[in-house]
């Protein structure tokens, strides 16, 4: 079988390497944790907890089983791949593979040609999470404390859910790929998000997500930047749904490029969600075209999409400013739908240019929409 590396040409790296903190002093536990491990095997990856400078090598995890991996290395460990690791089906409930390390400064830069293949043709059925065979979900879980980075992985063929961002500090991912695109055949993939987010203090940076469900999605944090990022086939960048006792605020959503899919932009709230939130929230200068159904969309009455809106959890704060967001949509799809039932203040929608398709559906409870074309 050709490798990975072969098929895609895409250059892919988990890369995460952390300084030792300001006057630091070596003690003698400390010097009996300057050890290098490699990990080869699920088992080799067992105890990392000595470990300051890990080393995946390329392998392929056998089926059966509770197959997973944590990296759990020590603090200021440097995690480096030099293969392609390959998932076989597993009965694990996933993540299959978590990188948890307690982290001290950022300091990245190693590079190569490997990628987390999960082999999710084994599992697509068209069904997703949603029934049919079980899915490990997610694929990948980012977890760790500290400032870190994540840069240049690519993870293909996520069974479901790609990636979940769980981090505790400030987190920056940065060239990651996520490429699902063989479950469009067939229609077989589903529930493949690219990103999901649940953390505060994270950018999204030049990443391109190929898949069949969101392309990002965030669902509760502040501080949170997504951007310079192209979105393929997907269900576009996603604020939601947010659940009862959700709150995100503070987030930027800047020169993003998404093409065809249901959706281009969505904040979507549970229609029962209580003591939740959605404030602050500017999109600036993303192209967004070829889409089927909703240009942008902003419901409170998820799982619907323009129904019977909630009021348990408010939205305010909602802009368009900043560069120009130009929305091109089908013949059959709206440009705009607002649906609220418990939105407030003054949305600047000035730099929003979307056209095409049947128009708007515009319903703001007490937000005052102002500028824009839609």
């Excluded at 999901?196 to 392309?215: E, F, G, L, M």
Aim: with cysteine; proline share 3%; hydrophobic share 35%.
């Amino acid at each position: 079988m050709p490798s990975i590396r072969a098929v895609l040409r895409l250059a892919s790296l988990v890369s995460v390497a952390v300084a030792a903190p300001r006057n630091f002093t070596a003690s003698s536990t400390d010097t009996a944790k300057r050890a290098t491990c490699t990990v080869n095997s699920v088992a080799s990856a067992a105890d990392l907890s000595d470990c300051t400078a890990v080393l995946i090598t390329g392998f392929t995890v056998p089926s059966g089983g509770e197959k997973s991996i944590s990296i759990q290395a020590a603090s200021g460990a440097t995690v480096t791949m030099s293969g392609d690791i390959v998932f076989s089906k597993t009965t694990s409930s996933g993540p299959l593979i978590t990188f948890d390390t307690v982290f001290v400064d950022d300091h990245y830069n190693r590079y190569a040609n490997f990628a987390l293949d999960g082999n999710g043709a084994l599992y697509w059925d068209g069904q997703g999470t949603n029934g049919g065979v079980a899915k490990p979900h997610p694929f990948v879980k980012f977890k760790g404390s500290g400032t870190c980075t994540f840069q240049d992985v690519t993870v293909l063929n996520s069974p479901a859910q790609a990636i979940s961002v769980g981090t505790d500090g400030t987190a920056i991912i940065e060239s990651v790929t996520v490429d699902n695109s063989a479950g469009n055949a067939g229609g077989l993939g589903a529930n493949t998000d690219g990103f999901d987010i649940s953390a505060s203090d994270v950018t999204v940076s030049k990443c391109t997500v190929n898949n069949q469900d969101d392309c990002v999605a965030i669902n509760s944090g502040s501080g949170l930047v997504i951007e310079d990022s192209t979105c393929i086939g997907s269900h576009g960048i996603s604020i939601g749904s947010i659940a009862s006792g959700k709150t995100v605020s503070n987030v930027k959503i800047a020169r993003n490029t998404i093409t065809g899919g249901l959706y281009g932009l969505r904040i979507k709230v549970d229609a029962d969600a209580t003591d939740a939130s959605v404030s602050g929230v500017t999109y600036e200068a993303n192209t967004i075209s070829g889409i089927s159904d909703f240009g942008v969309l902003i419901t409170q009455s998820y799982p619907d999409e323009d129904g019977t809106p909630g009021t348990g959890a408010p939205v305010s704060g909602i802009a368009f400013t900043g560069g120009t967001t130009s929305v091109s949509v089908d013949s059959s799809a709206f440009t705009l739908v607002v649906d609220c039932g418990a939105c407030s203040g003054t949305w600047d929608f000035s730099d929003l240019d979307a056209t095409g398709g049947k128009g708007s559906k515009i319903t703001a409870n007490k937000a005052t929409i102002s500028g824009g074309t839609f």
